[in-house]
């Protein structure tokens, strides 16, 4: 059973385009995240929700949103891609956050590709 | 701010060899965790060890170990008998009570037959 389940795993698209990502977690997690891997292979954070709430918002472009129908989904919206937003978006999952030191459980990536 | 440094950006060592991954971080909290991530080929980020700050003594996952120097603000991985499978890509990370992992630009590590 997968644990922390990203769809697509590939996506290519237009610039210009509106896509989304969905995350989905069967591990009862109460936080979810999305990282961003760009081409050097640097992993940053992008979002964090805790029980359907932001916490984290890590001066991402307003064309992101995320959005956390339950806490065991955070899918990600991405409206007028642009060549830069190509990279391997990744989900992960962890219980009560990170602050208690926690392991954060990742998705397999999402590697988005902007024409 | 807080930050994490991997000085080696690519490593290659024989298998069965010992190698380490150095890490620093920057940090004025007293209370935090780190980790080491592992990044297989298949892209997949899989955890390989943790460390939480106020532990003095250093965390061991089998062929894996960790010599964390709190003051100096060094947590380096060790890995003994290396094993093909532990070609990857490693991340250094390291987050406190600002819900925030931060990771390290990683090391790529090629363990050669």
């Known amino acids: 059973d997968t644990a922390v389940s990203q769809t697509p795993k590939y996506l290519v698209t237009q610039m210009g385009n509106d896509k989304s990502i969905k995350c989905e977690q069967n591990?009862?997690?109460?936080?979810m995240y999305w990282y961003k891997q760009d081409s050097k292979k640097f992993l940053k954070i992008m979002f964090s929700?805790?029980?359907?709430?932001?916490?984290i918002n890590e001066t991402v472009p307003n064309r992101f949103s995320p959005k956390s129908p339950d806490k065991a989904h955070l899918n990600l919206h991405i409206n007028s891609l642009e060549l830069g937003d190509s990279a391997v978006y990744f989900c992960a999952s962890s219980l009560a956050g990170a602050p208690k030191g926690n392991e954060q459980f990742f998705g397999p990536g999402t590697r988005l590709t902007v024409l | 701010a807080q930050t994490v440094t991997q000085s080696q950006p690519e490593m290659s060592v024989q298998e069965a060899e010992t190698v380490t991954l150095s890490c620093t971080y920057d940090t004025s909290e007293n209370n935090y965790y780190l980790f080491w991530y592992k990044q297989p080929p298949s892209r997949q980020m899989i955890l390989v060890i943790r460390?939480?700050?106020?532990?003095?003594q250093n965390a061991t996952e089998n062929r894996f170990s960790v010599n964390f120097q709190k003051a100096a603000k060094s947590f380096s991985l060790k890995i003994s008998d290396s094993q093909l499978g532990d070609t990857a890509m490693y991340f250094c990370?390291?987050?406190?009570?600002?819900?925030?992992?931060?990771f390290g630009k990683g090391t790529r590590l090629h363990i050669l037959p």
């Open positions: 591990l009862g997690h109460d936080t």
């Open positions: 990370a390291f987050t406190n009570r600002d819900d925030k992992i931060i």
């Open positions: 929700y805790n029980n359907k709430e932001l916490i």
């Open positions: 460390q939480e700050a106020y532990k003095q």
